[in-house]
């Protein structure tokens, strides 16, 4: 008996382990097995995309989770439809060391974008595409504006507001 309440504390460690490496295996296995799986493809962090260039702003479409875009300091917009698996360069605006800091996607429609850019103090500009990215018209009043802060409101989405060198400026028909 006695060597029975020795061996016991031993005897409840060695199963312990042997059901806690159970567990883990199964479970490593069945991550394993749904790598495949899209809505798993994020659940790690590693490093995706085109090489180079600086992204700026990045925004996921509401509509689409699988839906991103990215602007770069080269002004530069890539999207990707696989939740950022492959990356395409949807629009280059063709400005030198264009920052595209800011880019919504309107929540009632996900193919109109808004983008707000600058060259640190320097104008920018804002975009507006009403096709989902495959081309703009830039906002004349704001042409001459070194946009920093872009937001459209939540409660009225036709409510836009642009923070620049020279103040805030307001839409209140989507730009």
Do not use: C
């Not at 001459?144 to 400026?169: K, R, V, W, Y």
């Amino acid at each position: 008996m006695n060597r029975f309440k020795k061996r016991f504390p031993l005897a409840i460690i060695a199963l312990l382990s042997i059901a806690i490496t159970v567990y883990v295996a199964g479970n490593s296995a069945a991550a394993g097995s749904d790598a495949a799986d899209p809505a798993n493809y994020s659940n790690d962090w590693r490093p995706t995309g085109p090489p180079g260039g600086d992204v700026r702003g990045m925004v996921v479409d509401p509509s689409n989770p699988d839906r991103f875009y990215f602007g770069t300091l080269d002004g530069q917009i890539y999207t990707s439809a696989d939740a950022g698996k492959r990356w395409d360069i949807l629009y280059n605006f063709g400005k030198p060391r264009l920052f595209v800091d800011h880019i919504i996607v309107d929540p009632r429609n996900s193919r109109v974008l808004y983008v707000g850019a600058h060259r640190h103090n320097e104008p920018g500009g804002f975009f507006k595409s009403s096709d989902g990215g495959v081309t703009w018209r830039e906002h004349p009043k704001l042409r001459n504006e070194a946009i920093h802060s872009l937001a459209q409101s939540d409660s009225d989405p036709d409510t836009l507001i642009a923070g620049t060198f020279n103040g805030i400026f307001r839409s209140d028909d989507a730009g």
